[in-house]
């Protein structure tokens, strides 16, 4: 994990953009409009989704190395999200307050479950709280979207996000099946990252300045990186050189197919 942020400040942005989802949601004249980049959920939904999601990782990160995870809930079937606003802010207010508690508990260092346990990311809880960030930041982008008022994600938690996304959710020791390729990428604000496909898996590393470039050079400022890697925004919006087709396979494959 190449992240220079410390524990504490990661915390921080957790709760700084748990709070600026919040005012997103509690700014929506509807809950039942449409979220376009989460086709199948209202924003209550996805309301719903986040809450339920941090008080699950709070349950994880408490739980420790070697626990099962809790099972997943259905944002459209649960009925722990309260319906008056107020109360729903309260609730989702809540749910962060329980996962930065039992991230606090547990400290960057202690293992327990995750989801990416083939990947470059460590299987602790200050895996788990770095990934957190990104969730909260993505999500409300989201709302944002759904009500006209996108904004790009904050630099730094932008820059960070690059990262922890190809880390976490790209790199894996799975045997790359197609060509070898490198993919170089390069945020605008600063960080330059390789990605090397082959038959080691998909590894990430940083990119020294003198490096001749790969296959593929993808330039753009690090939120728009990091909202196409979320499927949030179309490839093109990046400046691209090079062999466009690594990049596409990476994106239709499943490693664990």
């Known amino acids: 994990m190449h992240t220079t942020v410390?524990?504490?400040e990661v915390l921080r942005l957790i709760e700084e953009r748990s709070t600026a989802f919040r005012a997103a949601i509690a700014s929506a004249p509807d809950l039942d409009v449409r979220v376009?980049?989460?086709?199948?959920?209202?924003?209550?939904?996805?309301?719903?989704h986040l809450g339920d999601g941090r008080r699950r990782q709070a349950a994880v990160v408490a739980a420790g190395p070697?626990?099962?995870?809790?099972?997943?809930?259905?944002p459209k079937g649960a009925p722990t999200a309260p319906r008056d606003r107020a109360e729903l802010d309260a609730w989702l207010a809540g749910s962060t307050a329980l996962m930065l508690d039992a991230l606090r508990e547990a400290g960057p260092d202690r293992g327990c479950w995750t989801w990416w346990g083939r990947s470059q990311a460590p299987e602790t809880s200050g895996a788990v709280a770095r990934h957190q960030v990104q969730e909260l930041a993505v999500h409300t982008y989201d709302v944002q979207l759904?009500?006209?008022?996108?904004?790009?994600?904050?630099?730094?938690?932008?820059v960070e996000g690059v990262d922890a996304f190809l880390t976490t959710v790209s790199a894996t020791?799975?045997?790359w099946p197609f060509e070898p390729a490198t993919i170089d990428l390069h945020a605008a604000e600063g960080g330059s990252w390789r990605l090397t496909l082959d038959a080691r898996g998909v590894r990430c590393d940083g990119l020294a300045a003198d490096a001749q470039p790969?296959?593929?050079?993808?330039?753009?400022?690090?939120?728009?990186?990091?909202?196409?890697?979320?499927?949030?925004?179309?490839?093109?919006?990046?400046?691209?050189?090079?062999?466009?087709?690594?990049?596409?396979?990476?994106?239709?494959?499943d490693p664990n197919e």
């Open 66 to 74: 070697g626990a099962e995870p809790p099972a997943r809930t259905d």
């Open 36 to 48: 376009p980049s989460c086709p199948d959920w209202t924003l209550r939904e996805l309301a719903q």
């Open 146 to 158: 759904a009500l006209g008022a996108a904004q790009p994600l904050p630099t730094d938690i932008a």
């Open 214 to 253: 790969g296959d593929l050079v993808v330039r753009g400022p690090a939120s728009d990186l990091v909202l196409y890697f979320y499927a949030r925004l179309p490839f093109d919006r990046l400046e691209i050189t090079g062999d466009t087709a690594p990049m596409d396979r990476l994106a239709e494959w």
């Open 6 to 8: 410390e524990f504490p």
């Open 173 to 175: 020791t799975v045997p």
